[in-house]
Nanobody, 116 residues
Framework: VQLVESGGGSVQAGGSLKLSCAAPGYIFSSCGMGWYRQAPGKERELVLSVSSIGTTRYGDAVKGRFTISLDDAKNTLYLQMNSLKTEDTAVYYC???????????WGQGTRVTVSS
């Protein structure tokens, strides 16, 4: 399964970025999708996810600042990140959670660097 992230980069604190994740149509239509991140020296953590039935889960650190959306026509998942903080610096991964799979499918990651 190929999940392809894009949109990472460098931004100053307080700024915004929008990440994209393109997925195969059969994945997009039947699996939960989400964003995770891993900062240097830390474990990978949930950012935001949406289940196949539309339930959204937020990581505590991003509530009120990040939003997730899906474009069914483009089979693309988005992560809109506003009011970025230096602690949001991490590699961001797109993931698919499919009932028929034993584990999550992962993208290759896209790096986000927030400077003060």
């Amino acid at each position: 399964v190929q999940l392809v992230e894009s949109g990472g980069g460098s931004v100053q604190a307080g700024g915004s970025l929008k990440l994209s994740c393109a997925a195969p149509g059969y994945i997009f239509s039947s699996c939960g999708m989400g964003w995770y991140r891993q900062a240097p020296g830390k474990e990978r953590e949930l950012v935001l996810s949406v289940s196949s039935i539309g339930t959204t889960r937020y990581g505590d650190a991003v509530k009120g600042r990040f939003t997730i959306s899906l474009d069914d026509a483009k089979n693309t998942l988005y992560l809109q990140m506003n009011s970025l903080k230096t602690e949001d610096t991490a590699v961001y991964y797109c993931a698919a959670d499919c009932d028929y799979a034993d584990s999550l499918y992962w993208g290759q990651g896209t790096r986000v660097t927030v400077s003060s």
